[in-house]
């Protein structure tokens, strides 16, 4: 990154570079033994099995992107404007691992431009617009989704009001997208051909609505407060939903578009009640949301509720429980809808140590987190159930003071009794493939910058 920063606002320039190749479950077993097999054929061994080298099916993804961003100070008036250019290359070996069957090169052009004015200390006033233009072309040898080009544009408006106890905000929004498919016809050996057997057929369409939402948030008392949201939601079928036609290795599934989907919309209302003093910590929130047209079922509704409680019995120690739950419906059919998370609880326990302001260490503590997840058998017709499993975390760190910076240290251990159990939201689990097991990551982070004996930053 570079850029230049003035009284007059600040300009940068970023560029970043993304390459990985990242590794794939196929999944195929085995007929007598049920064990894994590679591309080949063979048994996987052990050895490979835990081996960190990659075997086929595996992708190779290259991304770079290139971005100015500018923001300009005119008084109380504030425009932002940001421009961005990203190409993708995106390899998919899956038959050998030296010829890509799937190859995607993907050219994204984004801008944005946002006007912000404080109209008054407490009324702020923000428009803008923002765009995108993509186009996508095959280069492989196998095809999952046909060449595209889509241009995506909106506007929108928004408006903040807050007073002593009270805030209120409103914002509509306009969004237009339009999406062309190419044709692909394959000759008799599978090349493409001006003619023959058609594998996606040219379509265009075009899609747009309007949104908005408004909310509010209003503090009772120092302890109490309320938060309220009533918002209207649009989303644009993507190019996979509108035509694909091919096996997706990643999903272990062959996939079929349809280029008549209409978009979603939904309607969401969700609130907060919370409570806190020095002691205890105690909140509830959820949210309804009504979606018509939704990609795989029509006219749904989906509600998810979440209690946590945090307690404070004494200043080194913290309490921290959480129960989240989620259900979802497709009211066509009567039938639950697919990933569903399952009900979850979380319960945490944290010492905080007291130390001396001359001390090398500063509020060092530990902790230990136990995640339970219960059995889902509430599935669509696809899906499978999955059991109930419960995982031991642990955690331990602090401030470090070298000289007159505060550098920071941690142990974290996730799954520590390295627990075998499956996610219900894992499509790995259809294979018999288990989450991760146990892992510990060891952190230091050093600040660029300079602090006093208390830890407070020139």
């Not at 948030?217 to 109490?224: D, G, Q, V």
Request: aromatic share 14%; with cysteine; net charge neutral.
């Amino acid at each position: 990154m570079a850029g230049v920063i003035k009284k007059w606002g600040y300009s940068h320039l970023h560029f970043s570079s993304f390459n990985a190749k990242i590794g794939m479950v196929d999944g195929t077993r085995d007929s007598a033994t049920n064990q894994f097999i590679d591309y080949q054929g063979n048994i996987v061994s052990e050895e490979m099995a835990k081996s960190r080298s990659l075997n086929v099916p595996f992708q190779e993804v290259s991304h770079n992107k290139i971005s100015s961003v500018t923001n300009l100070l005119i008084r109380d008036n504030q425009i932002s404007i940001s421009l961005g250019y990203q190409w993708n290359h995106r390899k998919e070996f899956g038959e050998t691992p030296d010829t890509p069957g799937l190859f995607f090169h993907l050219d994204t052009w984004t801008y944005d431009l946002r006007y912000t004015r404080l109209v008054a200390k407490s009324l702020e006033l923000v428009g803008g617009v923002s765009g995108m233009t993509q186009i996508n072309r095959n280069h492989g040898t196998e095809y999952l989704i046909p060449d595209y080009d889509l241009q995506d544009f909106g506007g929108f408006v928004y408006a903040k009001k807050t007073w002593e106890r009270f805030t209120l905000n409103l914002g509509v929004r306009y969004d237009y997208r339009s999406v062309k498919g190419y044709p692909l016809y394959l000759d008799t050996l599978g090349y493409p051909a001006p003619s023959g057997d058609t594998l996606f057929q040219a379509f265009s369409r075009d899609f747009s609505a309007f949104t908005g939402s408004t909310g509010m948030t209003f503090r009772l008392n120092k302890s109490i407060n309320f938060k309220f949201n009533v918002g209207r939601g649009f989303r644009a079928p993507n190019i996979s939903e509108l035509s694909a036609n091919g096996l997706h290795e990643g999903t272990f599934r062959y996939e079929i578009g349809n280029p008549e989907l209409n978009p979603e919309t939904s309607l969401q209302i969700d609130g907060e009640i919370a409570w806190d003093n020095k002691f205890l910590n105690m909140a509830f929130n959820g949210f309804y949301n009504m979606i018509n047209n939704f990609i795989y079922y029509r006219n749904i509704d989906d509600e998810k509720k979440e209690v946590n409680g945090v307690w404070y019995p004494v200043d080194a120690l913290h309490f921290d429980n959480n129960i989240d739950y989620v259900w979802g419906d497709n009211l066509s059919s009567g039938v639950p809808l697919p990933f569903i998370p399952a009900l979850h609880l979380t319960d945490q326990v944290k010492w905080t140590f007291k130390t001396k302001k001359t001390s090398a260490m500063k509020n060092p503590y530990i902790q230990l987190e136990l995640e339970t997840h219960f059995y889902q058998g509430r599935i669509d017709v696809f899906e499978t159930a999955t059991p109930g499993y419960v995982l031991l975390n642990c955690s331990l760190g602090s401030k470090l003071r070298v000289q007159k910076q505060l550098w920071t240290w941690y142990v974290s251990g996730i799954n520590l009794l390295d627990t075998k159990y499956y996610d219900h939201l894992s499509r790995l689990n259809e294979v018999g493939v288990y989450n991760l097991g146990r892992r510990i990551t060891f952190g230091l982070v050093i600040p660029f910058g300079v602090y006093n004996r208390d830890g407070d930053e020139y």
